[in-house]
Nanobody, 115 residues
Framework: QVQLVESGGGLVQAGGSLRLSCVASGFIFSIKDMAWYRQAPGKQRELVARITSLGSTNFADSVKGRFTISRDNAKAAVYLQMNSLKPDDTAVYYC?????????WGQGTQVTVSS
């Protein structure tokens, strides 16, 4: 079955870095666009970064210049490198793809940035 499994979250001080990983299975990873979303308490889930099957990327304005997204098709994995973290980056981060018209989500990984 389709699975997206995130890892790499944790507690970090402001200005620090984290690298999130998402390993996919159950579909042909290399042909799918992949994305990272996040949801902070009391807020709607928002797109953080997206990478197409060809490697093109786009980012939310709030993370441009601080976050990068990459993929390794051989490992069916997508990564989110987060630098210069801020308390406002605190959220649950979710890996996402679109399969047969439906959003597919991982279980999420918590990122907490202390001031």
């Amino acid at each position: 079955q389709v699975q997206l499994v995130e890892s790499g979250g944790g507690l970090v001080q402001a200005g620090g870095s984290l690298r999130l990983s998402c390993v996919a299975s159950g579909f042909i990873f290399s042909i799918k666009d992949m994305a990272w979303y996040r949801q902070a308490p009391g807020k709607q889930r928002e797109l953080v970064a997206r990478i197409t099957s060809l490697g093109s990327t786009n980012f939310a304005d709030s993370v441009k210049g601080r976050f990068t997204i990459s993929r390794d098709n051989a490992k069916a994995a997508v990564y989110l490198q987060m630098n210069s973290l801020k308390p406002d980056d605190t959220a649950v981060y979710y890996c996402n793809t679109l399969l047969w018209g439906d959003d597919c989500w991982g279980q999420g990984t918590q990122v907490t940035v202390s001031s």
